[in-house]
């Protein structure tokens, strides 16, 4: 079945260490988004890519990077730069058929900065 | 001001209880989803309307374009719905796919 894989499922990590989420799609998306939450906030966009080696900063884009070398993958870095990096983050696809756009989730990656 | 307002921000009923969650939004859109969100995080999409109505077993979704609202309904509710429900839209214009999230409304469901 096509899907969005992120993993891990939850992270822990040690204050000032990068760490690197992973997102894959088999959905043949030309579209990724990476979204943070906090708690009592909506998503946040934190960078896009429409294309293969292209990305954009989205509203929150400080203290972390993208990369997109394959169509299918559109790892997140999580920098020592990020200064509150304890949050949720779900990635997204999304694919344009005939002018309508559907967007694909996956089930998040939650990490913990301790 | 948040582009896209969801009320209520907390809503319990009792199971078999008619359920409707509110969205309203400032912008022109080209489509609005209802996004449901379970305890582990994961997110699944449970519509995208651009207008009109739409209906999936016991959910129902309605926009009103020109009134930039959309309400999306829960007949006959069950514990299992309890969940947050987010309502989110592509901005008319912008990047396909980039979506404005509201804050969603966390819906408990009593047996």
């Known amino acids: 079945d096509g899907g969005i894989t992120q993993s891990p499922k939850y992270l822990f990590r040690k204050e000032g260490q990068n760490v690197t989420l992973s997102c894959e799609q088999n959905?043949?998306?030309?579209?990724m988004y990476w979204y943070r939450q906090d708690p009592g906030q909506g998503l946040r966009l934190i960078y896009y890519?429409?294309?293969?080696?292209?990305?954009q900063k989205g509203d929150i884009a400080e203290g972390y990077s993208v990369s997109r070398e394959k169509k299918e993958s559109f790892p997140l870095t999580v920098t020592s730069a990020q200064k509150n990096p304890t949050a949720f983050y779900l990635c997204?696809?999304?694919?344009?058929?005939?002018?309508?756009?559907?967007?694909?989730f996956g089930q998040g990656t939650r990490l913990t900065v301790v | 001001k948040n582009e896209v307002e969801q009320s209520p921000q907390n809503l319990t009923a009792q199971e078999g209880e008619f359920i409707t969650i509110n969205c309203s939004y400032s912008?022109?859109?080209?489509?609005l989803h209802w996004l449901q969100q379970h305890p582990g995080g994961g997110i699944v999409s449970l519509f995208m309307?651009?207008?009109g109505k739409k209906k999936h077993g016991r959910l129902i979704a309605t926009i009103n374009i020109q009134e930039k609202h959309s309400s999306l309904h829960i007949t006959a509710s069950h514990p299992r719905d309890s969940a947050v429900y987010i309502c989110?839209?592509?901005?008319?214009?912008?990047?396909?796919?980039?979506?404005?999230f509201g804050q969603g409304t966390i819906l408990t469901v009593h047996p």
């Open positions: 997204a696809s999304s694919t344009r058929d005939r002018g309508r756009t559907e967007a694909f």
């Open positions: 959905l043949n998306h030309d579209a």
């Open positions: 890519s429409q294309i293969v080696n292209d990305f």
């Open positions: 912008v022109g859109i080209s489509a």
């Open positions: 309307l651009s207008s």
């Open positions: 989110a839209f592509n901005a008319g214009g912008t990047s396909y796919g980039k979506l404005t």
